[in-house]
């Protein structure tokens, strides 16, 4: 896909947290999936899963600043880490990753046309002490679950430090 493995991420993220403490400015954080993605696959076949998977990741990189970090994380999850960045930064790069992804061309078979949308976890504080970067990866990815619980294609924040209204497509 051409960006960096979850092993990089968790190196950076670490070290993204201690400067976060230092500086006493926010890190911001996204877990994003690609929305019916094993459909998507089993459709489409995992050649084009693959080329989907590319082109989402070049959306991705397309919004981020030099700074961040846009990281496959697993099977259809990427994550991404932003740097001094608060949740409206966060918030806002994450719809423009969702807008983008919603354009990409859709996929025809047959007579089904298939788009790709994904849905965005986003989060973006000073980590705590002892605040480890599994505990933000956990806190994106509930605000996650909940983007997919409330229907998809969609961007939401994590819970009480970062708490405001849903971002909506």
Do not use: W
Request: glycine share 8%; aromatic share 2%; charged share 25%.
């Amino acid at each position: 896909t051409g960006v960096a493995n979850r092993r990089r991420l968790m190196e950076a993220l670490d070290a993204a947290i201690e400067r976060s403490r230092a500086r006493q400015l926010p890190v911001g954080l996204m877990v994003i999936d690609v929305d019916h993605f094993k459909q998507y696959n089993d459709q489409h076949g995992h050649l084009a899963g693959d080329v989907a998977l590319r082109a989402i990741a070049q959306a991705l990189q397309s919004v981020m600043r030099e700074q961040d970090l846009v990281a496959r994380f697993g099977g259809e999850e990427f994550a991404c880490l932003l740097i001094d960045a608060d949740i409206e930064v966060v918030a806002g790069c994450a719809e423009r990753m969702r807008a983008l992804v919603e354009a990409l061309p859709p996929r025809t078979l047959g007579n089904r046309t298939q788009t790709v949308t994904i849905s965005a976890g986003v989060l973006s504080r000073i980590p705590e002490a002892g605040e480890r970067a599994a505990d933000l990866l956990r806190g994106a990815d509930q605000a996650l679950y909940r983007a997919k619980d409330e229907g998809r294609n969609c961007v939401r924040p994590a819970g009480p430090a970062t708490s405001g209204d849903p971002v909506a497509p």
